[in-house]
Nanobody
Framework: QVRLVESGGNSVQAGGSLRLSCEASGYRFYYWCVAWFRQAPGREREGVARINDGVREYYADSVKGRFTISKDDSKNVLYLQMDDLKPEDSGTYFC??????????????????WGQGTQVDVFP
């Protein structure tokens, strides 16, 4: 059974940094798609960053140059380093993984397994 547990969310002032973690059990990353999504109140869940084929990184335009996705295959942990945070980065952040796709879009339909989310609040 695949289980994903996010952590690292917090309240932070604009310009600050946070590192989110997603620990996976019952699942090995290998070359499957892994990703971070976020959802603000009243808005759709949007893709923030993902890794395809185990190595290729993709980012939403809004976070390019500020966020970095990475993973530790030996520990089965997915990370999202977030720097220079802005109030519009606030929301619930979810990690998501696929066990059927190696080249995913930033689309919720491409991912079968989701964590419960961790809250990020960025205040001015």
């Amino acid at each position: 059974q695949v289980r994903l547990v996010e952590s690292g969310g917090n309240s932070v002032q604009a310009g600050g940094s946070l590192r989110l973690s997603c620990e996976a059990s019952g699942y090995r990353f290998y070359y499957w798609c892994v990703a971070w999504f976020r959802q603000a109140p009243g808005r759709e869940r949007e893709g923030v960053a993902r890794i395809n084929d185990g190595v290729r990184e993709y980012y939403a335009d809004s976070v390019k140059g500020r966020f970095t996705i990475s993973k530790d295959d030996s520990k089965n942990v997915l990370y999202l380093q977030m720097d220079d945070l802005k109030p519009e980065d606030s929301g619930t952040y979810f990690c998501a993984v696929s066990r059927t796709e190696v080249a995913c879009r930033a689309n919720v339909d491409d991912f079968e397994f989701w964590g419960q989310g961790t809250q990020v609040d960025v205040f001015p």
